[in-house]
């Protein structure tokens, strides 16, 4: 295993994002960048130990000693003022190029510190179970200062500090303006859409929080310190979505339908933040397609998965829009039905690029074939199924029985008309009829007796009765 060269303009860029210091290469001391948070407590000592992978051969381990001791020190040395501690990388992959491996040294006293960094590449076992000679690495010292723990642990080569927040927070407000324009469409409310969706974003994340605390019982912490998950904010947000149209009295299905093209927006911006923050890596690769990654520990050429499931995203929420923006489906729900069991599959299918370890023997399975069957279906539906009527029927739900209707506003007096109570979708034919008088001519229409409200007409998606004009001018219709 050669020596580590010293870094070229790439790996100086790539440190400078994880804000490295010192000039003792191969070893960088991880600092956040943030003078007014030196002396807080918690602290931590970053540290990070750059080597080449092998060119070729199998995965090795590399394994790091880091030996440290504090220097700006007064009085005897206590069990704060140095340590020893080692940092594994159990498979380095050979021709992966240049590899980060970065470690934290916790519960420290502040201060300026001197750390050297000893490491030696494993090699695997042969066929006969023989145990070839480990390679030793580079090693150096240098000279840096202890930071602030909770920063010092979201900071690695290739990390940027603050980019996921920041865009999720952007991919969550292009989903609410994405959501507001679609309602408007749709001729839903838009106030109570925008609240339901403000209310399920909460939602979501008090639910990705308690999904990864489920699915991580062995890690440590309070509940708003641990990690989150996407399956746990997608079923919260949805469950949130549907109760909250049920209360508000929006249609469910059509809220749903306008909701999945802003969902998967969202999703395909916040997937980006998680490529720059260091989180959701994907496996270390040697192929010309990786892209150099990190996920907080170890930086190297990874599949990209971040960036592929945010195109999945993307494709989603553009085919799903355009099915929307075409018109209302003959079932409402379908939309997101198809649209949601499409990004499932996707993302299923690129678990297993994470390298994540499996829950369950057979879950994953189960997953893809549950999401591929909802998506046959809701095709299926959406196919087969008769189309809305029109009128009424298209515009929303039919009144209830036993429930009294608000009586629509009387109009009519002031064009000498006799005075009727009508449907607002009849109100608007009368209208029309009367813009289309020419010469602005005033005549007066009167509405067939049998049909004065037209309720059971209008119920069935029919049209609203033509009126009857008297006086000068001819019938518009006729």
Not at 182 to 187: G, N, P, S, T, V
Request: aromatic share 6%; glycine share 12%; net charge positive.
């Amino acid at each position: 295993m050669p020596a580590c060269p010293p870094p070229d303009a790439d790996v100086r860029r790539l440190a400078a994002l994880a804000g490295g210091s010192g000039t003792g290469w191969p070893l960088q001391f991880v600092t956040p960048g943030f003078e007014s948070l030196s002396s807080q407590e918690p602290q931590a000592i970053g540290l990070t130990y750059w080597f080449d992978a092998a060119p070729d051969g199998d995965p090795h381990p590399v394994t790091v000693r880091f030996i440290g001791v504090r220097l700006d020190m007064q009085g005897s040395r206590g069990p704060k003022d140095s340590f020893q501690e080692v940092a594994t990388l159990p498979r380095a992959q050979p021709g992966s190029g240049r590899v980060a491996l970065t470690h934290r040294v916790l519960d420290k006293t502040p201060g300026r510190w001197q750390v050297t960094a000893h490491a030696i590449a494993g090699a695997p076992q042969d066929g006969g179970g023989a145990q070839v000679p480990p390679v030793p690495l580079a090693s150096a010292t240098n000279i840096g200062v202890s930071s602030y723990a909770p920063l010092a642990q979201l900071r690695a080569p290739g990390v940027v500090l603050g980019a996921w927040p920041a865009l999720v927070g952007t991919g969550v407000l292009a989903a609410l303006m994405m959501e507001s324009v679609l309602a408007a469409r749709r001729e839903l409310p838009v106030s109570r859409v925008l609240l339901v969706a403000l209310v399920a974003c909460v939602m979501g994340l008090l639910g990705a929080k308690v999904y990864y605390r489920v699915m991580h019982l062995e890690e440590k912490g309070r509940l708003l310190s641990v990690g989150m998950s996407i399956q746990g904010f997608v079923l919260a947000a949805i469950g949130t979505f549907v109760l909250g149209a049920a209360m508000s009295g929006i249609p469910v299905g059509v809220q749903l339908d306008v909701t999945v093209p802003s969902l998967l927006l969202g999703q395909a911006i916040g997937r980006l933040g998680c490529f720059f923050g260091g989180c959701c890596a994907g496996l270390p690769t040697s192929s010309r397609w990786g892209l150099w990654s990190s996920d907080r520990q170890v930086g190297v050429r990874r599949i990209p998965v971040q960036l592929m499931e945010s195109a999945l995203a993307a494709t989603l929420a553009t085919a799903t829009l355009l099915t929307v923006l075409a018109g209302r489906p003959h079932v409402d729900g379908m939309v997101f039905l198809a649209g949601f069991a499409l990004y499932v599959v996707g993302r299923q299918l690129l678990f297993q690029l994470r390298g994540l370890p499996r829950k369950t023997a057979h879950g994953r399975q189960i997953t893809l074939v549950l999401a591929g069957i909802t998506f046959l279906a809701a095709l299926a539906a959406g196919l087969l199924a008769r189309p809305n009527p029109r009128g009424a029927a298209r515009r929303g739900p039919a009144p209830t029985r036993g429930r009294r209707e608000r009586r629509p506003r009387c109009w009519g007096a002031r064009q000498g008309a006799a005075v009727r109570c009508l449907p607002a979708r009849v109100r608007s034919g009368y209208r029309r009829h009367q813009s289309r008088a020419a010469g602005g001519q005033r005549r007066s229409c009167r509405l067939p007796a049998q049909a004065a409200l037209a309720r059971g007409v209008l119920s069935r998606g029919g049209r609203p009765p033509r009126p009857r004009c008297q006086g000068r001018g001819a019938n518009p219709d006729r």
